[in-house]
């Protein structure tokens, strides 16, 4: 076997493991990579589509999987104020608990040294561009990784939405990043 196909291989059991670790209680692993991703997304990249997108699922299969979580209490709808046809979706409680309950993938990364670790996040993170790059995907980055972020005002400020950011903002997933060098989340 190739080094390439190892690593794909391994990578591809590791997305396994983490994804059986996703059926919690009442929880399958797509609506646990959603909350994943709620958690991790700023307010201006919580809709159906942004999920969708980030996670390599359809729409469709998202707007369910949102519904599903609605229903169950993990998240909330939050109407867009800019565009009342739009929505975006919140964790409650429940969910931000869910969402940051340890893993097993978690704890075992945690045990890495640091130099590997910041090995293995560079190497998949250049191996994530390249595969975003060759299907013409979008990097959702973080806000401070970001060519429109403009550290200076308290809590940052967004140049392309041309908006003040949030307290924590600055370290959140947004759909509309564009890296200032090569980044990927």
Sequence with gaps: MTSQSRIRSLINRLARIDA?????????????AALDYLGRANR???????????????????????????RKGFVQEEPNTGDQRSISYGLTAEGVALAEAPSVIGAALSELEDQV???LESALAATLRAALDARGGRAF???????????????????LL?????????DLICVEHKALSDDAT
Excluded: I
């Design 141 to 159: 980055g973080l806000c401070k990784t970001c060519q429109f972020h403009d550290a200076g005002p308290a809590h940052g400020y967004c140049t």
């Design 20 to 32: 059986a670790g996703g059926w919690s209680g009442s929880l399958n692993p797509a609506q646990y």
């Design 162 to 170: 041309n908006l003040p950011l949030q307290p924590g903002d600055r």
């Design 44 to 70: 201006y990249s919580r809709a159906p589509s942004h999920v969708a997108e980030f996670l390599g699922t359809t729409r469709g299969t998202m707007s369910q999987t949102l519904k599903a979580l609605a």
């Design 117 to 119: 670790a910041e090995a």
